[in-house]
């Protein structure tokens, strides 16, 4: 079983900052790609931002320079560091990492429960 647990968010002014964690914990061979995404009420899920396991990184167009993702493989934790954040950044923010069971089961997809971050004055 394997578990990812957020955490990190809160609630901050506009142009403020915010870093969220997100730790995989559990029995698996490897963890591969990790990723942040984000929902708004109303809204579709959508990537923030991804990070392979050898550091290769992909943003949201809306990230605009604002956000960086790092990782920490001996960790098994990704960071999310936010800058210059807007009212229209509030959403829950969500970890995925992709999971490499042993035994040879395919990859998979595991989610944390979200953590919300609300930018507002």
């Known amino acids: 079983q394997v578990q990812v647990v957020e955490s990190g968010g809160g609630l901050v002014q506009p142009g403020g900052s915010l870093r969220l964690s997100c730790r995989a914990s559990g029995t698996y061979l490897r963890i591969n790609d990790m990723g942040w995404y984000r929902q708004a009420p109303g809204k579709q899920r959508e990537l923030v931002a991804s990070?392979?396991?050898?550091?290769?990184?992909d943003y949201g167009d809306f990230v605009e320079g604002r956000f960086t993702i790092s990782r920490d493989n001996a960790k098994n934790t990704v960071y999310l560091q936010m800058n210059s954040l807007k009212a229209e950044d509030t959403a829950v923010y969500y970890c995925?990492?992709?999971?490499?069971?042993?035994?040879?089961?395919?990859?998979?997809?595991?989610w944390g429960q979200g953590t919300q971050v609300t930018v507002s004055s």
């Open positions: 990070i392979s396991r050898g550091g290769s990184t």
């Open positions: 995925m990492s992709k999971i490499q069971p042993p035994f040879g089961r395919p990859e998979r997809d595991q």
